[in-house]
C-alpha cells in the first residue's frame, strides 16, 4: 500500500466504495456512510467505541469540544448528540474522511458541528477548548502521536481534559508517561482488551 492510500492521507488514492451502515453510540442510534481510505470503515472501531462509552461528559468547564482526528464521525458525532448546546469541533487531515463527516452528520441530524482540515493542531492555533478527544493516528508515527498529546495542553482551558485511547502494544504505557509529564496527572479511566483509556487534565494556565 501507497503511502496515499492510508486513512492519514491528505488526500486518499484508493479506489471509492461507499457503503452505509447503522450503528449505536451511547444510545443513540446513527448511520454512517464510509469509503475506502479512511479509518475502520467497515464499524466503528472498538478502541473509538469504548473511548465513546469511558469518556466523562458531565462537569466540564465551558467551551468547546475538540475531537482530534475524527475520521467519517463518529466519536464527534456522538459527543455532539450527547452535548447539543455546544459546540464540537472535527478535524482531521483527510479530505475523504472529512467529506464523509459532513455526510455523515447532516444524515444525523447534528447541526452543533463544525467539521474542517487541521494537520494536528495548525488549524485550531487560537481556540481554547473544554475538551480534547483523540484515537490517535498510530500509523502515522510516534512524532504525530506525541505532538497530538504534547501540545494539547496549549489548546484547553484551565479544568479542560484530554481523553486518549491507545493500545498497551502500541505505547499507552508511554503515552500515559508523556501526560503526566506535561499535565503533571494521567488517570486511566479504563483497560479492556489490550486499549488504554487516558484522561489528563489542565490544572492551571500555561503560558
Known amino acids: 500500500m501507497t503511502e496515499q492510500q492510508y486513512y492519514y492521507s491528505t488526500n486518499p488514492t484508493a479506489e471509492h466504495n461507499l457503503i452505509s451502515w447503522p450503528y449505536e453510540l451511547r444510545g443513540h442510534n446513527f448511520t454512517f456512510t464510509t469509503d475506502n481510505g479512511v479509518f475502520s470503515k ?14 466523562d461528559l458531565t ?6 469540544i475538540l475531537d482530534l482526528g ?12 450527547e452535548l447539543p448546546d455546544r459546540q464540537i469541533d472535527m478535524v482531521d487531515v483527510n ?4 467529506g464523509l463527516a459532513k455526510q455523515n452528520a447532516a444524515a444525523n441530524h447534528v ?16 481556540q481554547q477548548y473544554a475538551a480534547i478527544i483523540t484515537n490517535p ?4 508515527g510516534k512524532k504525530v502521536v506525541d505532538q497530538m498529546l504534547s501540545e494539547a495542553i496549549d489548546h484547553l482551558v484551565v479544568g479542560g481534559k484530554l481523553t486518549v485511547v491507545l493500545q498497551k502494544k502500541q505505547g499507552a504505557p508511554s503515552a500515559k508517561k508523556l501526560m503526566e509529564q506535561v ?6 479511566l479504563k483497560r479492556s482488551k489490550g486499549y488504554y483509556i487516558l484522561e489528563s487534565t489542565k490544572k492551571e494556565w500555561r503560558k
Open 42 to 55: 467497515h464499524l466503528v472501531d472498538y478502541g473509538s467505541r469504548v473511548m465513546i462509552d469511558t469518556v
Open 95 to 98: 479530505e475523504r474522511a472529512l
Open 59 to 64: 462537569n466540564l468547564p465551558a467551551g468547546p
Open 70 to 81: 475524527a475520521g467519517y464521525g463518529p466519536v464527534g458525532i456522538t459527543v455532539a448528540s
Open 137 to 140: 493516528p498510530v500509523r502515522a
Open 111 to 126: 447541526t452543533n458541528v463544525r467539521i474542517f482540515s487541521s494537520d494536528v493542531y495548525a488549524g485550531v492555533k487560537d
Open 183 to 188: 499535565f503533571g496527572n494521567c488517570l486511566i
